[in-house]
T-cell receptor
Framework: GIQVEQSPPDLILQEGANSTLRCNFS?????LQWFHQNPWGQLINLFY???GTKQNGRLSATTVATERYSLLYISSSQTTDSGVYFC???????????FGAGTRLTVKP | EAGVAQSPRYKIIEKRQSVAFWCNPI?????LYWYQQILGQGPKLLIQ????????DSQLPKDRFSAERLKGVDSTLKIQPAKLEDSAVYLC????????????FGEGSWLTVV
């Protein structure tokens, strides 16, 4: 099955700073999703992005499928951006989505 | 549009007891997932249903865990008997279909086994 690696594992930012989170995967994918888990445990889908670039407010994501990585950009970070960011890809053709270990982001005021 | 509903939100049981979690996916979603998330780790897929059929249960500890999705809507995840290492959040999620659709998560059911 496919392997997913996220980096960095931990990131501490000052409010207003920008950041880039990375997700590497070991095989070609037709489905990649980014999630944010808030401090209360709720997982929110940020992007469905198997390829290309998408933007939603201060967040944007780019997936380069041929090079097997995806990037999540957070601009002008806010304290509410704190939490854990996960990427997920299909394990096999059944699209059973498997998650990386996550990047824990802390944004300080 | 109502989200994925889960219950109970919190449960504390003693080891060797049993527990059941319930999930109601978003209306019209054919695919339903159960994930286990241990503190500090990413969610681990336990079982995936497409309507009322099982697509993947390769990571489900079948000696103690069982899940069903009768009529292709609601689902129940059961643990019997529970072990200390089953302490985790059990997350239910759903999507329209399994291929290329956004996944939506419920708030989770927090289980503590003492």
């Amino acid at each position: 099955g496919i392997q997913v690696e996220q980096s960095p594992p931990d990131l501490i930012l000052q409010e207003g700073a920008n950041s880039t989170l990375r997700c590497n995967f070991s095989d070609s994918v037709n489905n990649l999703q980014w999630f944010h888990q808030n401090p209360w445990g709720q997982l929110i889908n940020l992007f469905y992005i198997p390829s290309g670039t998408k933007q939603n407010g201060r967040l944007s994501a780019t997936t380069v499928a041929t090079e097997r990585y995806s990037l999540l950009y957070i601009s002008s970070s806010q304290t509410t951006d704190s939490g854990v960011y996960f990427c997920a890809v299909p394990w096999d053709n059944n699209n059973d989505m498997r998650f990386g270990a996550g990047t824990r982001l802390t944004v300080k005021p | 549009e109502a989200g994925v509903a889960q219950s109970p939100r919190y449960k504390i049981i003693e080891k060797r007891q049993s527990v059941a979690f319930w999930c109601n996916p978003i209306s019209g979603h054919a695919t339903l997932y159960w994930y286990q998330q241990i503190l500090g780790q990413g969610p681990k897929l336990l079982i995936q249903f497409q309507n009322n059929g099982v697509v993947d249960d390769s990571q489900l500890p079948k000696d103690r865990f069982s899940a069903e999705r009768l009529k292709g809507v609601d689902s129940t995840l059961k643990i019997q008997p529970a072990k200390l290492e089953d302490s985790a959040v059990y997350l239910c999620a759903s999507s329209l279909w399994s291929s290329g659709n956004t996944i939506y998560f419920g708030e989770g059911s927090w289980l503590t086994v003492v």
